[in-house]
């Protein structure tokens, strides 16, 4: 029996298509996240356009790790440029809560807003030098209870609300960000995951599909963080911060708000 020249043909156009493949399946939850053009891909991102996989990963390693590294201490007034509400100059938005609280009432009292470490600083031991422990593209304003809330959990869906949970969700072993900041939390921790890859003295972080990771470099669940990429796209707010941090503070993006179809480009 000869092969058939229709298979042939066909495994030939899958191949073709792959990039393609996304749009034409029906999607188990949302849309993934289509290919978008930036005014960055020209420059920044000149040597990672077109790259999949490893190869893809690498690039933007690359590409992102160079970079100014706040201190710890100059995050504060950091965080009250990037996370400022857009609808109030004197206040930030904080993530979880999605409170919107006055830039003054940063601190480590009840009511104040504090540091929130989104990529949990036990995984993999970030500590709070210079580092990815300071690295602002994963850190946001937030009341220090609800902080305190998500201490060092993985991320997944389920859970049950809170003091000031503005829909956040939080159980023994997880926290699910409210859903105007799930895909939010999915790009920062993957834009972890590529920034710190064990080259600079500080832990290799990677994505896994767990919770209870503990102290171990790694944040899960993977597969919630892509799918919650997809139901979140990136927003104004979300591209606006990418921008002033690169523009004025480390000078560096996250190539995941810019570029959320590299998500599924690289897992
Ligand atoms: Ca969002
Ligand atoms: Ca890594």
Known sequence: MRASPIR???????????VLVGLALPAATATPASATTTAYDATYYKNAVGK??????????????????????????????????????????LLYSG???????????SGDWNREHVWAISHGDLTTST?????LHHIRP???????????????NGGSSFTNSGGS?????????RDAVKGDVARMILYMAVRYEGDDGFADLEPDDKVANGSTPYIGKLSVLKQWNDEDPPDSFEENRNNVIYNTYQHNRNPFIDHPEWVEAIW
């Open 169 to 177: 969700l939080a159980d023994s072993d997880s926290f699910e960000p």
């Open 131 to 135: 580092g990815p422990g300071t690295d």
């Open 52 to 93: 999949t996989g490893t190869t893809l990963k690498s690039s933007l390693h690359t590409i992102i790790s160079s970079q100014t590294k706040l201190s710890y201490s100059a995050l504060w007034a950091a965080l009250k440029v990037t996370d400022q509400d857009p609808s109030n100059s004197s206040n930030v938005i």
């Open 8 to 18: 042939r043909w066909k495994t030939l156009a899958l191949g073709v298509s792959a």
């Open 99 to 109: 409170i919107s609280r006055s830039k003054t009432l940063n601190g480590g009292d």
């Open 142 to 156: 937030e009341d220090v209870a609800v902080n305190g809330k998500r201490g060092n959990l993985d991320f997944d």
